[in-house]
């Protein structure tokens, strides 16, 4: 079985532009989680799609949205980015239905100047 | 509100030996998970191993057990013989609610364990 897959991996932006993170599941997975790593935060939650619906969301300005599809691919937006986005952004896939382990993907490292 | 803390913000220990990672957790939830992750270098977080809120036995995975104590609310990691690959980040994490609450984990700020041949 093919892992998570996320794309790209690294990525430089200027401050004030909009990024968008792809990530593509486990096949059969229906659940993918969005994180972001600082060495200031450690790990937070963004957010959780299941079936297409955002069924958890964690304590993040509205400049962070994201979307899932039929096909499972969630993709993650942060618009009018800012220094302190520079992260690496880790999504997570599970079934989503009585499972307990997440799988990881490799993240997406973003830096904005 | 749910908060995990890993106290040991580094570690060293001799390979072959074993090491205890500490976690303690905060929850006024009766149903909660508890994980562990390890993120080596390259940044992919690897799951080590699952306890439940519920199990009644302490979980193990190969050279990974956890030490499970409810009433002091904590899952210490325990790694068995170590090796110069067991060197990375660990992060414990907690969810909510058993499998079908969704992917909410919160995690703690890790440890970095550091394993000397």
């Known amino acids: 079985k093919a892992g998570v897959t996320q794309t790209p991996r690294y990525l430089i932006k200027t401050r004030g532009q909009q990024v968008t993170l792809s990530c593509s599941p486990i096949s059969g997975h229906r659940s993918v989680s969005w994180y972001q790593q600082t060495p200031g935060q450690g790990l937070q939650f963004l957010f959780e799609?299941?079936?297409?619906?955002?069924?958890n969301k964690g304590n993040f300005p509205g400049r962070f949205s994201g979307r899932q599809f039929s096909n499972s691919r969630s993709e993650m937006n942060v618009s009018t980015l800012e220094l302190g986005d520079s992260a690496l952004y880790l999504c997570?896939?599970?079934?989503?239905?009585?499972?307990?382990?997440?799988?990881f993907g490799p993240g997406t490292r973003l830096t904005v100047l | 509100a749910q908060k995990i803390t890993q106290t040991q913000p580094g570690m060293f220990v001799q390979e072959k030996e074993a090491v205890t990672l500490d976690c303690t957790y905060d929850t006024s939830d009766p149903s909660y998970g508890l994980f562990w992750y390890k993120q080596p270098s390259s940044g992919e977080m690897i799951f080590l191993i699952y306890?439940?809120?519920?199990?009644?036995q302490n979980a193990t995975e190969g050279r990974y057990s956890l030490n499970f104590q409810k009433a002091r609310k904590s899952a210490n990691l325990v790694i068995s013989a170590s090796q110069l690959g067991d060197s990375a980040m660990y992060f414990c994490?907690?969810?909510?609610?058993?499998?079908?609450?969704?992917?909410?984990?919160?995690f703690g700020q890790g440890t970095e364990l550091s394993v000397k041949p």
């Open positions: 994490a907690m969810r909510k609610g058993g499998g079908n609450q969704g992917g909410k984990l919160i």
């Open positions: 799609y299941f079936s297409e619906t955002q069924r």
């Open positions: 306890q439940g809120s519920y199990d009644q």
């Open positions: 997570a896939s599970s079934s989503g239905t009585g499972a307990n382990e997440q799988f």
